[in-house]
């Protein structure tokens, strides 16, 4: 293709709205074009890479056997309502009213379509198992849209959804969507971050992220320097830094020698760091303790302490084991954090959060900073794993201004529940190896993860089993940003002269650049690139009377894996150089079009493998 053909309004200046390199050489390059917040055009160059983005995708698809369909992108409210998610997706989705006042979604996701399709047509166990996807145009009405189409309202995404006769059936097509996952982002030439969600404290084997190192991720990893553990820092666990009791007895044993536990003035003391000033101690010598309230509870409390009081509205006959909602003491060594998924995980709780001052004076008896775990009779007490190393502690005195010294656990306080709540950072130990963990944020772009029969059972899907007895299918969904992917690819691969495409991605594989697009120059760029097209190479030939100079910006800002150079001084030679090479070569003219074609070949074999 010439430049002259095609729509390719380069710019020098980078828009000021665009903070992140791929969307400033996004930008710059003509690949997009911005119409509102959140909503970008692609123009020609542009589309040519997100639809080799979603060739990729799509082989590899296929290649294990899901099947593409293509639902439509609004879908009826009905089906939002069935699954209950009509009412908890928030703002973030977009629903209109037809003429005749019924509700529609532009499709966020797409869990409620595909299930409502597979629904209406899944009658036996032979159907089974069956995985269905699309590519297919995605919208989320983001309060602040931004870095383009990394955080854009409308976005290009592939979804699939599996449905199985049993939890060995989900599993193999999960692990084969792991492995094409892989495969996807290597041939698109990005190093991605699998993460695991069973690499943490929660267990389960069901959900991974794949996700890319960036300074503008919404998500922190954690990460070892030793091995390859990687975990989001919400599920995150560590080798322990402390030597716990094997149980209250030993921790007593331990006790024994810490003197009685004391009463303490700290009149106006509050935060930890006043403390250890006041107190000259250290954080670690600290029991933090924190009030929460957890809602929706699915663990029983009926033997807790407090709870016979505390939770009235709490388990309906029929549901013993579920509470609407209920406060917890959390007890952590003081220079730690608590991480609420990982609290939430532990309450089987749908959601926890800080409790009012108001509810921790009800609860502890004491204004705020002062709460602690001893003698606390209203709270059952959480403790994180690391409070049972402590044997000579101060905590709370769940009086206004008083603080306990010496306090040991077991001896003065047994908690109703141990477990791992902390917040691991940068420079704890690694619980696989014990090597170094440090952090680094990151932006997911493809997560894949076991539904089980969320969908399936709201929706009332069944199909008939082998001894014609109704059955329940379990499901599974797997996801990936398109556009996401295509940026991340220019975040990963670029330099202060513009884009460095991988040969799978690349608008083109080769540009010819004649110094002057007429006499012999002109003859042999197009003799060249005809032998190229005619070996299937996708060409840029650069027709414009602009200088050289230009002609080089805009090749190497566009990022096109190979260049040749047709100058006069050069002829019957011209000059061949890779994007990311300083130098170029001279070939004879005459068997430039065999040696570049290998090379496109090669590169794109290496990333195929
Ligand atoms: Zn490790």
């Not at 509700?103 to 032979?126: G, H, I, K, N, Q």
């Not at 297919?136 to 976005?155: A, C, H, L, Q, S």
């Not at 030993?250 to 009685?260: F, H, K, R, W």
């Amino acid at each position: 293709m010439k430049v002259s053909q095609t729509f390719l309004p380069t710019l020098r200046e980078v828009p000021a709205d665009a903070v992140i390199v791929s969307h400033r050489l996004m930008m710059r390059a003509a690949m997009l074009r911005k119409l509102a917040n959140g909503l970008f055009a692609y123009l020609p160059i542009g589309l040519r890479s997100l639809r080799k983005v979603e060739r990729i995708v799509r082989e590899e698809m296929d290649a294990i056997g899901s099947l593409e369909i293509k639902p439509t992108v609004v879908v009826p409210g009905e089906i939002w309502k069935e699954s209950g998610r009509w009412d908890t997706m928030g703002d973030g989705m977009l629903r209109v009213k037809n003429r005749l006042g019924g509700d529609f979604v532009v499709s966020p996701t797409a869990e409620e379509a595909f299930t409502a399709l597979v629904r209406d047509e899944l009658s036996s166990y032979r159907q089974l198992p069956l995985t269905l996807y699309q590519i297919n145009t995605k919208y989320r009405d983001e309060i602040r849209p931004r870095y383009g189409v990394m955080r854009g309202r409308e976005f290009t995404m592939k979804d699939a959804y599996s449905y199985h006769t049993d939890e060995a059936s989900l599993d193999e097509t999960y692990q084969a969507m792991g492995r094409a996952y892989r495969r996807i982002f290597k041939r698109c030439g990005l190093t991605v971050i699998p993460v695991r969600a069973d690499t943490g404290a929660m267990g389960g084997t069901g959900s991974e992220e794949f996700m890319v190192e960036s300074e503008i991720g919404d998500n922190t990893l954690i990460l070892c320097r030793s091995c390859d553990y990687a975990a989001n820092v919400e599920k995150a666990g560590c080798k322990p830094d402390f030597a716990a009791p094997a149980d209250l007895a030993a921790a007593d044993i331990a006790a024994a020698a810490v003197p009685a536990r004391a009463k303490v003035s700290t009149p106006s003391v509050r935060t930890i760091d006043e403390l250890c000033a006041f107190l000259k101690t250290d954080s670690k010598k600290f029991i933090k303790t924190l009030v929460y309230k957890a809602v929706n509870v699915e663990l029983d409390l009926s033997a807790a302490p407090g709870c016979a009081k505390l939770n009235r509205r709490a388990a309906a006959p029929d549901a013993p084991k579920s509470y609407p909602e209920a406060f917890f003491a959390v007890a952590i060594r003081g220079d730690l954090d608590v991480n609420e998924t990982k609290l939430a995980a532990v309450l089987k709780a749908s959601e926890v959060a800080l409790a009012s001052d108001v509810d921790v004076e009800r609860l502890t008896g004491a204004p705020v900073g002062f709460a602690g775990p001893v003698g606390l009779t209203l709270l059952p007490v959480v403790a994180d794993e690391t409070v049972t190393a402590m044997s000579d502690a101060v905590t709370g005195g769940l009086e206004k201004d008083i603080h306990f010294e010496h306090v040991a656990y077991g001896r003065d306080f047994a908690p109703w529940l141990v477990a791992d709540v902390r917040v691991v950072k940068a420079g704890d130990r690694c619980s696989v190896c014990g090597g170094e963990l440090y952090e680094k944020k990151g932006n997911e772009l493809g997560h894949i993860f076991k539904l089980g029969y969320k969908y399936t059972k709201s929706m009332n899907v069944s199909f008939l089993d082998e001894q014609g007895k109704a059955q329940v299918p379990t499901m599974g969904c797997y996801g990936i940003g398109v556009d996401r992917t295509l940026a991340s690819i220019i975040e990963e691969r670029h330099d202060d002269d513009g884009i460095v495409w991988p040969m799978s991605v690349a608008p083109f594989q080769v540009s010819i650049v004649p110094i002057k697009y007429e006499g012999a120059m002109k003859e042999a760029a197009d003799k060249l690139a005809a032998e190229l097209e005619a070996q299937g190479i996708e060409v840029l030939l650069d027709d414009r009377t602009e200088r050289p100079g230009v002609k080089f910006k805009d090749a190497d800002l566009i990022g096109i894996p190979l260049r040749v150079v047709v100058g006069d001084k050069n002829l019957p030679k011209v000059e061949v150089k890779a994007r990311g090479e300083k130098e170029p070569r001279l070939v004879e003219a005459a068997a430039a079009a065999a040696e570049l074609a290998a090379a496109v070949r090669k590169e794109l074999a290496v990333l195929n493998a």
